[in-house]
């Protein structure tokens, strides 16, 4: 099967309007009246953003999962994406169906298509590349340098589950062994981040500021105050863990510390000032969030413990060369 | 230097406004009244789009180059791209500095900014990718499934210099050598390819299908005779070749028939009604422009010599894998 069979066969279908059948050297986009474009784009290297084999569903639903993040944290609906794929020598056919079954399920689930892209091959690791381009009414983009001096801090979800799902992942011991669902419970939090889109509306009408958490909740919390220019005050208690992580960590700080900087957890970190709790508290429906901290004067981030002990990280998250 | 090192002392200042400094999670655009917004992808990998080894501006010089080559062969003109780096590992930082070094230059010329992206590493080849937008009057771009039966079919420049190029990058003998800058012609030609963006304006106006000619001029033929379902009769004569190249084929029909099926050219191939010759003719300015064939009934590409002989080829062009 050569390039223009697999995208002919697997690609199109998944296409939209703008994607021209991926017949053509572009896809064209007519952009919304009264709509500002979001742009992010992410790249995953096999190896180091997923683990060696894994050329399935779980990579490229990962990938759009985790590009949908990116445009959930700036309050954006996405509308299509282009992509771009090299693949490793000798791959199978039935791994290419698996491979555009994720996309497709993601593409379903969120509502947006496939626009274009670029597919060849290597002798080396395989690189995806998704550009996803959202909408946002116009200037209304949550933007990263919004936070105010007395904002409460807050984070959706859970954090750290995906690092236990990537021991799993790696074949690592995870001792102790979670009970019940909860090996699932972090395979999933791995592969099956969930982009937190359908909070945007709350997040554009209440939030100063936000990101989404790819590099570890303190590295990706000290983008936002460096963006801000004020000093995020965390309480390393309020964090919230799922039971199973939690009861991994069993109180200890160092493993409290490795989940609060290990990253791939695809939550949102966003400030929002006091006057809004109520309001978020409703508006949350299912998802959970919870208040962690405040806005001071300062730089970076500063984690206190009970008693308001100060407690130290030698590293806040995941760099990439 | 870290990710964010080299992202913000090399990327942040080529960024545009909707760049946000490459500070935050996405990049925002907004979109002119009336136009729409034309998205095109290039991968490259090294050791298969570009030799073992080049990191510098060569490559991110014909990265965008490519890209730009595809918003071209649609009558756009660019806005802005978003750009992805997977660095081998160990880079020197003047690497770092000559790639973006490259960018800029093309940024420049043809004035558009860097909107955002992904840098990462790998310990395998380097793959870059870029995602290009641009902008056609609304309803206007060009596409590949427009030719029609009686159309004349043009080719900007000429065909063929980059496959020269190409082998002496590679180390390849070229025999008989080319005279003068004959060399450095093909070179030039391989890293430097002059995307056709100051002709969009015309095209628009005057040609009635068009692709950039990045798999080899045969096989792009091809692909636009597929999409508007006719049948392209090529003249092989006809065929633009420079001076260096046509010294170099010294006429021989299987190397002509190499020269027209090697790619990487990133001319235009385009279809025009017969009445717009002479306005071609007067909007080429400076640009070389050529009558290679015209659009007949049926299917693919049929090449004809002199005395109308049919030419047969056994590979149209490059297939990815």
Sequence with gaps: MDEFEFIAKYLAPLAGPGGLGLKDDAAVLKPSHGKDLIITKDTMVEGTHFPHGHYGAKTSGKLLRANLSDLAAKGAIPVGYMLSIVWPHGVDESVFKDFSDGLAAI??????????????????????????????????????NGANIGDDVW???????????????????IDPKPKGTGMKHFENAYFRPEPRISFGDHLRDYASACADISDGLIADAGHVAKASNIKFKLNLEAIPLSRPAAEWAMGDLSRIKTLVTSGDDYELVFTAPSTNESFLTEASAGLQLTKIGTVVEGSGVEVVGSDNTLIEFDQAGHKHF
């Design 155 to 173: 984070v959706t979800g859970t954090i750290g589950d995906a690092y236990l799902g990537l021991q799993k992942v790696l074949g690592r011991p």
């Design 107 to 144: 593409q379903k689930k969120y509502d947006f298509k496939l626009l274009g892209g670029d597919t060849t091959s290597s002798r080396g690791a395989m690189v995806v590349t998704a550009t996803l381009l959202g909408e946002v009414p116009e200037n209304k983009m949550v933007r990263r």
